[in-house]
Antibody, heavy 114, light 110 residues
């Protein structure tokens, strides 16, 4: 059974940093584009970042460019999101997903507050 | 970044048919096609359809998707109480080089 498990969320002060991790299993991780998608409390889904299968290309929503970095380790079937200069508006549940394949994790909550 | 347009809410009676729409442009829905996601409160999204019309294994045949130009549609027949959820469309935008999402449609089964 396919599993996608996010970790690393928590409470962080504005301006702080956090690193999210995503561990995937039971599918050939190295063949899929992977993304981070977030959902603020009571709001809709918002795409954050995507990385190609081999990590050669990375794409970001404008609001996180220069602050967030997506990366992957295919040997470990893992996806990461390094977040810095965090703002209150970054507060959300962050999902790791292969959107086309339909593989989604349960999400990890990031709260940015003083 | 501009998103896709979905009606905020749709209400239909139990057993009826509901069709949800998603309007994009030639760079996203009209080019790459849309995916449809179902999300129940407190749960992660679940893929219902991708590449406009393809239904993943395990998804009921009550669900079908289509596309006409820049508009994607999701139809569910024989509405059940468990179909009450939020529905999102999404597509890769070749101009923005990123995924765009609709604001979501809340489907209420009366």
């Amino acid at each position: 059974e396919v599993q996608v498990v996010e970790s690393g969320g928590g409470l962080v002060q504005p301006g702080g940093s956090l690193r999210l991790s995503c561990a995937a299993s039971a599918f050939t991780f190295s063949k899929f584009w992977m993304s981070w998608v977030r959902q603020a409390p009571g709001k809709g889904l918002e795409w954050v970042a995507t990385i190609k299968e081999d990590g050669s290309d990375k794409y970001y929503v404008d609001s996180v460019k220069g602050r967030f970095t997506i990366s992957r380790d295919n040997a470990k079937s893992s996806l990461y999101l390094q977040m810095s200069s965090l703002r209150a508006e970054d507060t959300a549940v962050y999902y790791c997903a292969s959107i086309y394949a339909g593989y989604w994790g349960q999400g990890t909550l990031v709260t940015v507050s003083s | 970044q501009a998103g896709l347009t979905q009606p905020p809410s749709v209400s239909k009676d139990l057993g009826q048919t509901a069709t949800l729409t998603c309007t994009g442009n030639s760079n996203n829905v009209g080019h790459q096609g849309a995916v449809w996601l179902q999300q129940h409160q407190g749960h992660p999204p679940k893929l219902l359809s991708y590449r406009n019309t393809t239904r993943p294994s395990g998804i009921s045949e009550r669900w079908s998707a289509s596309r006409s130009g820049n508009i994607a549609s999701l139809t569910v027949i024989g509405l059940q109480p468990e179909d009450e959820a939020d529905y999102y469309c999404s597509a890769w935008d070749s101009s923005l080089t990123g995924w765009v999402f609709g604001g979501g449609t809340k489907l209420t089964v009366l």
